[in-house]
């Protein structure tokens, strides 16, 4: 049963984000999209394997420069590179198999920053990234949705945490797609 304890607790953790400590400069976060991760401002070196061995994708084009990509085992894919962001939105889709267990780690300042995830399991309807699918990620998608600014999204700043499908509105259709989503993850 969703209480005011439990929302302040998923907002808490969100505030939060994964991995260790925040980065200095733009506010990094990461969520679930349909198609997989969406970074906001990554703009660092990146380390992400998949497992099965999947090569990851990366979308808008051109926000991800791969310095070396293969497979290690059947069971391991490593990419290391550069995620860029989009030239206007700041952010970068990893675009991974439903399923597929991810570990993501960004360096920053000559260190190990992170890891973002470390093991995760991909699934659209994880919206907070705790592992389960429950409806605390309603919860959270929808408080998220409704703190965001609705209808047609500037061309500046990060990419609208409601624009759960990624087209540029936030709008129902964000909460269609995103239970669709949450459905598909069961
Ligand atoms: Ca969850
Ligand atoms: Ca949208």
């Known amino acids: 049963m969703l209480t005011a304890a439990s929302l302040t607790a998923v907002s808490l953790a969100l ?7 925040p980065p200095p400069g733009p506010n990094h976060s990461i969520r679930p999209c349909p198609i997989g991760l969406v970074l906001h401002d990554p703009q660092l070196y990146c380390v992400i394997e998949v497992s099965p061995a999947v090569e990851p994708t990366f979308q808008p084009a051109g926000t ?3 310095w070396e990509s293969g497979a290690m085992t059947d069971q391991l894919w490593v990419w290391r590179g550069t995620l860029i962001g989009a030239p ?5 889709v990893v675009v991974l198999p439903i399923g597929s267990v991810v ?3 960004l360096y920053h300042g000559g260190g190990l920053f992170g890891p973002w995830l470390n093991g995760h399991t991909v699934r659209p309807g994880d919206w907070n990234l705790d592992g389960q699918v429950n409806s605390d990620d309603i919860s959270a998608f929808l408080r998220d949705w409704l703190a965001a ?3 047609h999204q500037a061309i500046t700043g990060e990419v609208s945490r ?3 499908n990624l087209d540029g509105w936030v709008n129902s259709a964000d909460i269609s797609a995103f239970l669709e989503g ?3 993850s069961l």
């Open 15 to 21: 505030a939060a984000g994964p991995g260790n400590e």
């Open 162 to 164: 409601g624009d759960y």
């Open 149 to 151: 600014p609705q209808g």
């Open 88 to 92: 206007y939105s700041g952010h970068t």
């Open 64 to 66: 991800a420069v791969a």
């Open 182 to 184: 949450w459905l598909a």
């Open 103 to 105: 570990s993501i780690h």
